[in-house]
């Protein structure tokens, strides 16, 4: 039995839960409040003070990027020549590349100072735009549609879909979900993942922040 503890959001979580659910393993996806996280914090279960974690018949697992391998391998989704693994894992890291710019905007208390340091992100030659940019440049360059080329999906292709348009939900002041039409690449990357029959069967009765997960998702916008 695997357990998944996070908090209700996507967040560091979200494509461990996909993993999960695609493995066919059985789990149990715990959802903590802020008083749940302090509480297993004060009771030393989080082996480097953050969530999420997995515990598993072997013990618990933390560190979100190593969750996503160990479950993404769980699901199958793993490459197993080493090379093309190691692609994924340089795409992988890209995409995390992206938190060392966004994760500071959260530390920022006032509300105008926070929006207008992630809307300079967004502007053209902005950090974030570059890094949009960049996975719309991968997903136009790849032959199988997958980012890294492979004959199905990866860890990369899941992580660069939940990352990405997680980031346009509505849940972070400055970035409004309208902001994704000026990526039309990227929303081809959309179609291509959010029809894959795995994800559509995933989010399928999705509710709340998860609707940028679902087909035509930002067809509005
Ligand atoms: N490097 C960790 C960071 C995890 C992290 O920042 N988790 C946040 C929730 S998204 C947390 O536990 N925050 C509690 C706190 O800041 O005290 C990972 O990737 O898993």
New binding site residues.
Partial sequence: MHELIY?ESP??AEVSRFFLDLSGVEWKNTVVDWDG?VAL?NAEELP?????VIKTPNGTL????ALLRYTGALAGLEPKDLHVRAKVDELVEVINGWREYFTPTFRIDDLEEKVAAREQMFVEGGSMDKALKTISRIYSESSTGWLANTDDMTIADVKAFIDTFMLFSGQFDGITPGMSSNYPVLMQFHDWMANDERIKAYYREAEGLRWVFKPGAFDRF
Avoid: I, K, V
Avoid at 48 to 52: A, D, I, N, R, V
């Fill in positions: 908090f967040g560091f996280y914090r480097h003070g953050y969530l999420p933390a560190e979100s990027n």
